[in-house]
């Protein structure tokens, strides 16, 4: 069975610029959640999407937006990047609410 | 607010050194508590799930355990390839289903 995939693997960007990240979460997982993972802070919830709805978000401003389509993959777009967005971000899937969420290997975004 | 707190920061043991992690939480509600394995530049790889005070699981030389207030990760006998940054989440009732993370404990093997 396949796991999460995200594309891209790296990301490089000046800062003013967007970046759109992608993720496929693991067949039949309806639920697909965003992290991002800076150096030092730990994994922080971004936002969290189940059947093309977005249903909570963290504490990011409006900048950091995303979708989800009806197969069920999801896009983050993060946009007016600044220098503190480089990080890992990280997708994660589950089959159930409350379950365990089973992560992609992350894009790494650098902002210059 | 819910807090999630890992210790020790970093731990070093030599191969076949015994020891334990650490995961103290303060959640409103605990609906789970997750252990994952993370490698530098990579994406969380789960390992374990609890949910009720007094639950044990174990995989290879990994045993987690769950009380109301905290979580050990018991290593037995680690291998330099256990060396890892080893990560506990929650989830809680007011949390909307999202992951609350600790910072972490770097396990290094030697």
């Known amino acids: 069975e396949a796991g999460v995939t995200q594309s891209p693997t790296h990301l490089i960007k000046t800062r003013g610029q967007q970046a759109t990240l992608r993720c496929s979460p693991i067949?039949?997982?309806?639920?697909v959640y965003w992290y991002q993972q800076a150096l030092g802070l730990g994994l922080q919830f971004l936002l969290w999407?189940?059947?093309?709805?977005?249903?909570n978000r963290g504490n990011f401003p409006p900048r950091f937006s995303g979708r989800q389509f009806p197969n069920y993959s999801s896009e983050l777009n993060v946009n007016a990047l600044e220098l503190e967005d480089s990080a890992l971000y990280l997708c994660a899937s589950s089959l159930t609410l409350y379950n365990e969420q089973f992560f992609g290997p992350g894009t790494r975004l650098t902002v210059l | 607010e819910d807090q999630v707190t890992q210790s020790p920061e970093a731990l070093r043991l030599q191969e076949g050194e015994s020891s334990s992690l650490n995961c103290s939480y303060t959640v409103s509600g605990l609906r789970g508590l997750f252990w994952y394995r993370q490698d530098p530049g990579k994406g969380p790889e789960f390992l374990f799930t609890?949910?009720?005070a007094g639950e044990e699981k174990e995989k290879e030389r990994l045993k987690a355990t769950l009380t109301k207030k905290e979580s050990f990760l018991h290593i037995t006998a680690p291998k330099p390839e256990d060396s890892a940054t080893y990560l506990c989440a929650v989830h809680a009732s007011n949390s909307g289903y999202a992951l609350n993370f600790g910072k972490g404990t770097s396990l290094l093997v030697t």
């Open positions: 999407y189940d059947e093309g709805e977005e249903r």
């Open positions: 067949s039949g997982h309806t639920s």
């Open positions: 609890l949910y009720s």
